[in-house]
Nanobody, 129 residues
Framework: EVQLVESGGGLVQAGGSLRLSCTASGFTFDGYAIGWFRQAPGKEREGVACITMSDGLTYTLTSVVGRFTISSDNAKNTVFLQLSSLNAEDTAVYYC??????????????????????WGQGTQVTVSS
């Protein structure tokens, strides 16, 4: 069974940091693009970062550049999202997703669109002000 599992969410004060993790079971990330998305109550799901596992290329939502960083540990089949300088507007459920990176420049062209094939259940990030 293919499964994505997010972890690392929680309650943090404004200005704080969290590191989210996304691991897979049932398949390996080789050849895939992994995206991180978030959805706040009453808002649409928003893509925040993407990485292609074959070459490590990344793409990040402009509004979070410098605060959010996506990275991977291919040996552990894990992708991370480092969240820094958090504010109340970052409060959301954060999801990871996986899709075969079968298009050139996948992350910059498609990586923040919510059209991925596999999705995790999400992890809650709550930032208190």
């Amino acid at each position: 069974e293919v499964q994505l599992v997010e972890s690392g969410g929680g309650l943090v004060q404004a200005g704080g940091s969290l590191r989210l993790s996304c691991t897979a079971s049932g398949f390996t990330f080789d050849g895939y693009a992994i995206g991180w998305f978030r959805q706040a109550p009453g808002k649409e799901r928003e893509g925040v970062a993407c990485i292609t596992m074959s070459d490590g290329l990344t793409y990040t939502l402009t509004s979070v550049v410098g605060r959010f960083t996506i990275s991977s540990d291919n040996a552990k089949n894990t992708v991370f999202l480092q969240l820094s300088s958090l504010n109340a507007e970052d409060t959301a459920v954060y999801y990871c997703a996986a899709d075969p990176a079968n298009k050139p420049n996948f992350c910059s062209g498609y990586g923040l669109l919510p059209t991925y094939h596999y999705w995790g259940q999400g992890t809650q990030v709550t930032v208190s002000s």
